[in-house]
């Protein structure tokens, strides 16, 4: 176990267990935390989780905190494996290269610049400079080691992971969150003081964006007091068709990628889940949102605020075109006993984790029951 790292045990992961040939619609209602990871600090010391990263074949989870500390947990094994330091730059929204053993991040101090950690001799290979304020956003590429960064400098810039100089940059109004799709040939960029999402062809990424989606309309019915303020997430689904533009209060936005349609939105949260979205100046912790897609894109599992449990919502009906524009209802709640502030599904198995202070991995408790879809 890293040093300053104290793990309470529920039931023990194993590779078998948390395998994804069972269906996620057969074992979604079923996850139940199974291990979490406190920190031996004392509380009177702050101590959130403000990002978690699967790598790509989902063996191992990276998690950064606001004590500036790099963990590495060992999905099988259900333990952390290694904690590093960065306590000169501070760090913030550390994401798996598509190497296991190297990692990216954002400074919280000193500059606002990124950088690559080789966890092996845990060095940094290479720093990114150039960003003048606060990085907001960490993309990489599905396809290739390219990556985007947002910051509150109001750019977006286009980076290589074999070169410190950036590739190119986009000047707009409160970039804060970008994404790219699973094609890893558009990118998608929220721009949240104008309630736009805008979406642009990679290899054409200096030209105008193809398409833009105006959320203003709808945030005037669904979060009207907190209208372009509060986006934390943006995020394709894995078979591209929708885009969730996540929010810290009642609700997340589901998207139709492909024209902008607005399929739902999904209700049933309480609140705030505490943590601060890129454009605020609030002083809270800061998080990537507390939503994000299933693998199968079919389901989206998110915190309930203030409250202790899951929301699993079921995009079925969304898919099937039976709720343009509508609310939707979580389907199922999943208990917890903390708040749930950051959420990530495992790529590759059938593993949940989640943070606020605590990281919480999550398994399917209950046997695999024959899905109705």
């Known amino acids: 176990m890293a040093e300053g790292q104290q793990q309470t045990a529920v039931s023990q992961p194993t590779a078998q267990a948390i395998q994804q040939s069972q269906k996620i619609p057969d074992i979604i209602r079923g996850y139940r935390p199974c291990k979490s990871f406190k920190s031996s600090k004392s509380e009177s010391t702050s101590n959130y989780t403000t990002s978690l990263d699967f790598d790509d074949q989902g063996d191992y989870m990276v998690a950064a905190g606001d004590d500036e500390t790099i963990q590495i947990f060992d999905v099988k094994e259900g333990k952390s494996t290694k904690s590093v330091p960065s306590k000169k730059y501070g760090v913030h929204l550390a994401r798996f290269t598509h190497h296991s053993r ?98 642009y062809d990679f290899r054409n990424y200096d030209k105008a964006p193809f398409s833009t989606f105006d959320l203003a309309l709808f945030e005037e019915i669904y979060t009207p007091s907190t209208r372009g303020r509060a986006w934390t997430k943006l995020e394709f689904s894995n078979d591209g068709k929708f885009l969730m533009v996540g929010t810290d209060y009642h609700g997340h936005y589901i998207l139709d990628a492909f024209d902008g349609t607005v399929k739902a939105f999904l209700t049933g949260k309480s609140g705030s889940t505490g943590r601060a979205a890129p ?22 599992i998110g915190g309930n605020g203030e409250q202790q449990d899951v929301l699993v919502w079921d995009l079925n009906e969304v898919r099937e075109g039976r709720h343009d524009n509508a609310a939707l209802q979580p389907t199922a709640k999943l208990p917890h006993r903390g708040r749930t502030a950051l959420i990530e599904y495992n790529p590759r198995f059938n593993m949940i984790a989640s943070a606020d202070k605590e990281i919480v991995f999550w398994l399917p408790d209950e046997p695999p029951r024959p899905s109705d879809k």
């Not at 454009?279 to 989206?300: H, M």
């Open 102 to 199: 190297q990692v990216l991040h954002a400074s919280t101090k000193v500059d606002h610049s990124l950088r690559l950690l080789d966890l092996h001799n845990e060095g940094y290979v290479r720093y990114f400079s150039g960003h003048t304020d606060k990085v907001t956003c960490l993309a990489m590429s599905p396809g290739s080691d390219a990556f985007m960064s947002c910051s509150k400098d109001d750019t977006v810039t286009l980076w290589d992971l074999g070169s410190r100089n950036a590739q190119g940059k986009l000047k707009l109004a409160t970039p804060y969150l970008v994404a790219f799709d699973p094609s890893a040939s558009v990118i998608a960029i929220a721009s949240q003081s104008t309630s736009s999402v805008l979406l």
């Open 279 to 300: 454009v605020s100046t609030t002083g809270k912790p800061l998080g990537q949102g507390d939503a994000c897609f299933t693998p199968d894109g079919r389901f989206v």
